[in-house]
């Protein structure tokens, strides 16, 4: 089943912050890290302090030779965009 690829705005990003429903965004790319908790060789804590946000600083000072693009290929929700300086 392929997944729908689309935009998500760094606010919506946002909310996707807990064990249950984490997603994060490196260098543009936003996933949905929630089934790949658990595999972690850091373990779950370690990778849930990059949860709802841009993590790409953070991944690339622990590993930036991990192929995450590749591991989390199925996880892609889709490129970050920008939040609407008009919305509301
Ligand atoms: C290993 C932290 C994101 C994949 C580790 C380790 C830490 C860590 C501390 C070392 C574990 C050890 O050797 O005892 C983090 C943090 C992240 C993050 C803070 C937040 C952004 C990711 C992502 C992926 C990933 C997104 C890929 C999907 C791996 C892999 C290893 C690892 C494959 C083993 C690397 C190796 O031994 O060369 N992580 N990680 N991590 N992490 Fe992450």
Redesign the pocket.
């Known amino acids: 089943v392929g997944g729908r690829i689309r935009p998500v705005s760094p606010t919506e990003l946002s909310l996707h912050n807990t064990q249950n429903n984490a997603w994060?965004a490196?260098r543009g790319r936003v996933?949905n890290?929630t089934h790949?908790l658990p595999?972690?060789?850091?373990?779950s804590e370690?990778?849930?302090?990059?949860?709802g946000m841009d993590?790409?600083e953070?991944?690339d000072?622990?590993?930036p030779?991990?192929?995450?693009d590749s591991?989390?290929a199925k996880?892609l929700v889709g490129p970050l965009s920008f939040d609407r300086p008009d919305a509301d």
């Open positions: 994060l490196i996933y890290i790949y595999f972690h060789p850091g373990g370690e990778l849930m302090r990059g949860a993590a790409t953070l991944f000072k622990v590993h030779w991990v192929n995450y591991l989390l996880c």
